[in-house]
């Protein structure tokens, strides 16, 4: 079965460093996302991505974000300058299409820890 | 604005016996409601989902909710648990206004005892 994977699956880094965080999508899903979860906080949604555009994002999704699909199989969230608060387990996702009755795959999560 | 409430942390159940996680949404046009579950270390799985038509749903291992618009609720149930069943459950709604972002509810911790 096709399943979204992710990498790492852990990041430790300085604040004020850049990361990249890396995910493979299901190879026919033409629309993706990030979530991230805070330890012991809910899932919240970050941005949505679609034919190389952002299609939606949230307001935690700030400047210091910005995603990219720099070939035909990756998705990459890049953090620009790490906060302390950024530190958190980040979900991607992807499914078949954009309309509301689909669902969404997600995979393991990469944990970012800020220091 | 769209939410979801999982009004329980943590749910017991013994195994074999009925459980019930629960469920209530507000969002201002018709509501897109998903189920996932995560097991340690794992990603979110998807379960199960209403979109239109019969109120109750039937999704992976046995799973299946109830829709009940009037209460704006989205129960989740199993007949029969089984001890496999321990994990976090999440409910999730969309609405029909957005682009395809998910609302998660804080989600319940289903421990399923022998």
């Known amino acids: 079965e096709p399943e979204v994977t992710q990498t790492p699956s852990h990041q430790v880094t300085q604040m004020g460093q850049e990361v990249i965080l890396r995910c493979v999508p299901i190879?026919?899903?033409?629309?993706f996302y990030w979530y991230r979860q805070i330890l012991g906080q809910k899932v919240e949604f970050l941005v949505s991505?679609?034919?190389?555009?952002?299609?939606?994002k949230s307001e935690i999704f700030d400047d210091q974000f910005s995603v990219e699909r720099p070939d035909g199989s990756n998705f990459t969230l890049k953090i620009r300058s790490t906060k302390l608060e950024d530190s958190a387990m980040y979900f991607c996702?992807?499914?078949?299409?954009?309309?509301?009755?689909?669902?969404?795959?997600f995979g393991p999560g990469t944990r970012l820890t800020v220091t | 604005a769209q939410s979801v409430a999982q009004p329980e942390d943590q749910v017991n159940v013994a195994e074999g016996n009925p459980l019930t996680v629960k469920c209530t949404y507000s969002?201002?046009?018709?509501?897109?409601l998903f189920w996932y579950v995560q097991y340690p270390n794992r990603g979110l799985q998807f379960l199960l989902k209403?979109?239109?038509?019969?109120?109750l749903v039937k999704g992976s291992y046995g799973f299946e909710a109830e829709f009940n618009k009037s209460q704006t609720s989205f129960h989740l149930k199993k007949p029969s648990a089984l001890v496999s069943d321990s994990a976090l459950y999440f409910c999730?709604?969309?609405?029909?206004?957005?682009?395809?972002?998910?609302?998660f509810g804080k989600g319940t911790k289903l421990s399923v005892k022998p």
């Open positions: 209403y979109i239109t038509g019969d109120n």
């Open positions: 996702a992807s499914s078949e299409a954009g309309v509301r009755g689909y669902e969404q795959y």
């Open positions: 969002v201002s046009g018709n509501p897109y």
């Open positions: 991505f679609y034919n190389n555009e952002i299609s939606e």
């Open positions: 999730a709604v969309r609405d029909e206004g957005s682009q395809g972002n998910l609302i």
């Open positions: 190879s026919n899903h033409l629309y």
